[in-house]
Each structure stands twice: as structure tokens, then as C-alpha cells.
């Protein structure tokens, strides 16, 4: 219900975005420190999510599997950089069926350990490769500073985890993923994401080597929302992945592990909406479509449900809500459904039956000028239509607005300038000494270098020594 | 793969069983004691049940989300029943983050508990009700004795969550999904189970009555496959889940809650399954058609390849696999495909090419008796009415298996004997004495009185006291 107003996007970003979580009941708090529960219409967004990530992994030949939510704490132990990173964040069984147990089990944070563990069993010889799985898990890490979806104590997300032959295969499968992802990002959630590679700091515990796709919030903030990790032999050392090669020979496999998670909700929530609340991409959105009918009496009534029917069956092909709750009025739903983000909002009365058409507003231009009257010849057409120019309309906007807050500052004084409200792309040398002290001094952290970035010659924003690549700077979630 | 030969059903059904999963790669043990992997051919199994109840869900009005994995040792303490009934088989989070915790978590054995919660502060006035909620998750219980699917620590399953405003109405919901329940057992899986009422013995834990699907084994054990529960006003009055009513008064809320898991795919394993491994029913199989290219040289594999892909072209509304796996012989793969349970298989070599037919087995029928020949033209009418006919005889076949197995025995030592190899359905008193001496002496229990029984007349089958309903009584997994 959206009784008391939201705030506003410019005065109080950080509480529009989590108010306007709870009003437009996409998610809720948990009893349990940190934790959420996705409700049904945040569930439901999350559930065309999977269908788009889905449908991409099994056309480039992934199968989805399910490995255990508990793990020996064992087998984090088993590779160094792995534990050490995840430690800190661990939530552990100790206690099972009413006893003690023997060895602690760890809530997976992530399935590497264990899925190579399995991945041992079953390859046994270069024809057992590549193995291609996914898994839609919830995890569990117990971070200290919790945020509705873009991070929380127990989260849900696809994790694919495969095996090679070879280096080479291992590396065009991390790429190929982090492409996958892109597609996805830009063509169903209208975010124009930057894929590019992760700093040693920044890539993941264990990995050789960490993709990442970064998108800019509407506060400007960067939003890691997809990683993509060439793994290299690391984890197969560790857990044992050997295979017969084709001269037979034992070698050990080569992994790669990947994921996008319910963060990514937030990444649609912060790149769409505005003051009056959630802009989804049509594509993505639970209801794509409300019909809001408006009588003042029963034989009004009558007649506007009749054709609410007849629109209904027309625009079957689409994700299509009435909205035929009691004691509501008209105005009172349109802010309800303005506030949810609905791409298209359908009204019809007396008057539209009389005339046959219906009135349509499109949710992300305001007011008259997003008003339309579609005849209904030809609805279900005009309306995919309004629908795909309202896809494209969203990714252009946001692209513009990250095209425009993105700087290439001259020196480290204009550097911390833009970076308040921008993403800074900067000449860095590599050396963790300098992004540690931009960190230290600016809040910044670097995001990632961009794929297909042609080697140049400059000099690094915080020392001055040469640098080859630019890499993104920016705050981030 | 199929080297070493699987154990006959008729000679260990049990081993026939375990080894039949491992062998069709449906599942694999865990390195966690009584834990799972849900390899990628029982997940694509798993997913299609999925696909099948949650369309039949979302038709009924209900919705999906997500409730959190932990909850609170408190909350499982507010019912009584419940926190006896599940104390025993907790697993408990400790450590959170490397500290000890305040309050130990429970890894959810089920989610009344969360799920009341939640549902106390969304619901206001009778203007929320009904709420329809389901989530698809995985839950944990510390058994003891675990068998791959049928009783693993962790499992898979829907669980829906309902409350109502009327006893009335929540009674017509959980008789309305125990009717859902059955119809997709029997029409998606030719599971003919039996839907009825649970003993107070055998009910859930702070349940008020609960409905059950059985099914027969083909080792005549019955499997509860699926259950319904009315949870009267427990759960509401230990969770304050309170409403305005019509007359604005407060109300305690009327809630239900029913699932099905992924011991389902052990029903369709041990009522379909022969010798030979699994028969799958075209409706959930992963793969419905498997094609095996049949050929010599590359000349013949020119030709034979070009027709398997007209094959696919022409099924393509079917789940269909093309087997051109390499160094494989026909026969070793006719016998792999066959223990999968692949409802029908396509073969083609250089004579179907030359005749421009294809050489179709089924797979619930062996041998020549099974084998047609099917031309090219109007190939996918004909296959899905093998595929259809297939189905329709799986379910034939199950139901004469289990009705002739269902005994009505007339005095307790017939009782004793017929139990054996087979069900009783006999005079129960209603009381647990009898109940519990019946268990003792036979290891059979009370499965369910079958709905719509009318009452007679008759005599306990144990204490010869007057009885008015038949109830099943069967040892069970």
C-alpha cells in the first residue's frame, strides 16, 4: 500500500531504495539478523530472472544439477586462498539430530570445495570432459552490513561450475559466461552493464582469474551484479580432479565457476526507478500489463467487465493483471501499480466502452504525455509494441546516464573530485599499493578493466608511473 | 554406464534400488552422511515434476516466494507438537560469522514456524485473506536411516503455506491441493495413488487432520508420496496470525500447509522400474526419445547423420536425445538408454536411410514384441501416440499391480499373512492401542482411510470392536 509517500530518489537515496522495497512488497525482513524473505511479486521478478539466465545455459549446453547445503568444514580448508576468504563469513552446524558433531559442518557459501570434490569421482578420463553444470542455491555468508538483495545472509543464485581439458577451453568458457551475461543484463534487464576483469584485490578467493559485469546505479554507485572466474587448476590440485588425457597421461582438469544472484534485483530497482518508485523492464516484470476498469455503478460495471474480459483475451500473450480490488479508488490504484513499476497501465470506462478503445499510460513517461487511446483493432500489436519501445527507452536512458557519469579525470585532485558522483576511468599501473591508497583516500575501489581494451600508454592516476589499461574507479555496493 | 549388470528386482529389491540410481546417474551420495547429489539426469527429472505441479499451482490462484533457510530455536518451541515432533532430527547453526550466537538457528525442517511469523504481520483484516503462498526449497532433518530419495538428510520440495478466514475454507484447501496432488501423481506420473486421511498417529506434527497420497511399491511397500494438512487455528494462535473480521473483530487466521518432495522420484522409480532399470513416463521423462545412429564408415555416417537430423527436425516438439557419443557400440547403448528409462528409442542405419523409416522400441515392452517401423511420413502424429499409449499402459499396469495387491483379509492371522506381499484394507476401531499392537506384530501401519468412504458396519480387524471405516494398512518406506 503506498499510504505515506516514499522519499524522494535525490534527497535520501539509500532510504527511497529501502522503503520502496517494503511498500512495493518485493521483500521484507526476516526475524533473523540480515536475512530477507522475497515475497511473492520479488519472487516472481526473480523467477523471470532464472527463466532468461536459464534458457541461456542449457542453449549453450549447461545442465542444472543440485550438490549439498553442507559441507565438512574440511573442505574449505583444502585450498588456502579459498578459507581464507570465506572464513570470516561462515555460519556452522555443530549440533546435529540432538548431538555433537564430529566435524563441524559450514553452510555453503559458495560449491566449489564441494562440487570438485564430486567433480573427482566422476572424471575419470578426457571423454568424461567438459562437464557443464549449474545449480539454483540459496548460500549463507555472515556478512556484518546487510542490505535487501544487494546483500543479505542468506542469498539465492544460479553457481555454474565446470571442468576442461584444457586451459584454453577453461578460459573461453569464463569469457563465453561472462558474455552470457551481458546479453542478459543489457537485452532482458535493460542494464547496460560493463563486463571486464577483476584487480588481484578484488577477483575471487581461489580464482586465477575473476570477470566481472559492473553496472552504475542511479546514485552512481557501481553494482558488481555478475562474476564469471577462471578457477585455472587451483581447485582441481586441491580436490583431486585428475583425468586421463588423450595420451594417456594423468592431468588435472581445468574449473571455472560463475554466478548472478538476487543482488541483481537490486540492480534493476537502482537503474530504472524514480520518485514515484519501480520502473521494471518489460521483459523481466511479473505483470507487465494492470488493467485498472472504473465504474460508478452495476451497470457500469457490467459493461466495463465485459470488455475488461474482451482486453484480457486480446492481450493474452502478455503478463496481464486486473486489478478488481473493492474499496480502492482508480487514483489510489494507479500509484499502487505506478509504484510497482508496472510497464503498462490499461483504463477503461464507460466512456472506452462507448468508444471502443482503451486509455494507456506508459510508466516511464509521466503524466498526459505517456497517455495514449489504442483502438482495440490491432491491441495485442500496438502493444507489443509500446512495450519494446519502452524495453529500448529504459536501456537508452541508462546508458545515457552512465555515458555521463563517466570521467576520465587529468590528475588524482580531479579524480577525487568526479568520483563523488561519478566512475572515474583512469591509466593504473596494477601495483595494489596505489588502489589500496585510492581506496583508503577516495572510497573508491577499482571495478574492473573493460574487455577488448586495446594496450596504451599512460601514466597511473595515483603514482604517475607508466601504465598500460585504463580501469574503472567508483564507491560501489 | 551399465558394465557390471544390476541386481534383479525380484531378488533384492533394495540393492535393485540403490544400484539403479547410481548406475542411471539419477543421484550420488554426498560426502556428508545421509546427504544427496542430485545429478543432472534426476534433476531434469525433478524439474519437470516441478514444471507440472507448479503450473497446477499457479492455475489455483497460489504464488511462490522465499521464507529463510534459519530460524530461530524459539520459534519451533511455540507449538508443542511441532517442536516434539521435530526436535529430534534438528540441524543447528552455532556459529555465525566466528562468533558463538545468542540464540541457536535451526536449518528448517519445514516452515510453519517462519512462515506464521511472517504471515502475523502482513495480515490485518479479513481484506488479506485468503493468502496462497508456496516456495520450492530445500529443508533439513537429522534422520537416522536414509535411502537416496526417499529419506535423505537434506531434501527437495514445495511446501505451500495457505491462510483463511473460515475453517470451512481451509479445509476446501487442503482437500483442493490433496486433489491436485493425485491428479498430477496419476496423470503425470501413472503413480496411482490412494488420497485419504492420516491417522492422529501418523498426522504432522501440530497439524489437526492431514491428508495423504500412498502409493504402492512394486515390492507391494506403500510410499507416502504427498501430504495436505489442515492446521485448524494451531499455528495461528502460536504465531498471534490474527484479522479484522467482517464484523470488526479479531480472529485467529485458519492455515494449512502441504508438499511434495523429491521422494516422488523414488515412486516413479519403485512403481515402474524392471530388471532392465528404470521405464520413465513420457510425461516427466528428461529425454522421451533417445536416437541411436547406427553405421560402419563414414560414407554410411554421412547418410545416417543427415536423416537423424531430419529425425529431430520432424520431433522437435518432443524431449528428444540424440546419442552420438563415440567408441560406444549400438548395443551397449540400447541396453544404457534402456536402464534409463527412456520411454522410446529410435534407431537408424544405412536400411532405414535406403527405406526412409526408423525402427522404434518401446520401452516398457521387450524385445521384438516392442519393435515397429515407422515411415517417415506423419512421424510425429504416430510417436506421440506411442508416447501417449506408453503412458496410458505404465498407469494400466501400476494400478492392476497395486489393486492386485490389496487385500481385504477377515480375520487378523489372514491379516498377518497377506500383509507379507500386499495391503489390508480392514476394520480399524480408530483406536492407537490397537493401532500400535498391529505395528508390533506386523510392522504394518495405518497409510489412510480413502476419502469418500461411506460408513458401515463391521469389527476391528484386531479387537474385534464395532468399526465404521476400512483404512489401509501396509509396511511403508
Redesign the interface.
Known sequence: MAEDRLPKQSENFSEWYNQLILKSELA?Y???RG??????Y???L??NIQKALDTRFKKTGH??????????MS?LEKEKEHVEGF????????????EKLEE??V?RPTSET?IG??YS??IKSY?DLPIL?NQW??V?R???RTRLFLRT??F?WQEGHTAHETAQEAEDETLKILNLYTDFAINEAAVPVIPGIKSDAEKFAGAQRSYTIEAMMLDTKALQSGTSHNLGQNFAKAFDIQYLDRNNEQQYAWTTSWGVSTRFVGAIIMTHGDDQGLILPPKLAPSQIVIVPIFRNDEEKEKVMTMVGEVENALNQFRIKVDNRE?LTPGFKFNDWEMRGVPLRIEIGPKDVANQNVVVSQRDIPGKAGKLFLPMVDLAKNIEKLLNDLQDRLLKKATEFRDSHIFEPKNFNEFKEVIVNGWAYSYWCGDASCENSIKDETKATTRCRPLGQEKTSGTCIYCGKPADYKTYFARSY
Open positions: 521484507d526476516a526475524p533473523v536475512c530477507m524473505v522475497v515475497r511473492p520479488g519472487w516472481a526473480w523467477e545442465v542444472n544439477a543440485a550438490f549439498p547445503l553442507l559441507i565438512p573442505f572464513a570470516p563469513e561462515l555460519a556452522i552446524v555443530t549440533i546435529g539430530g540432538g563441524p559442518l553452510v564441494i570434490y564430486m569421482k566422476w571423454r553444470i542455491a540459496n549463507v555472515w556478512e556484518m545472509l542468506e539465492y474499496n
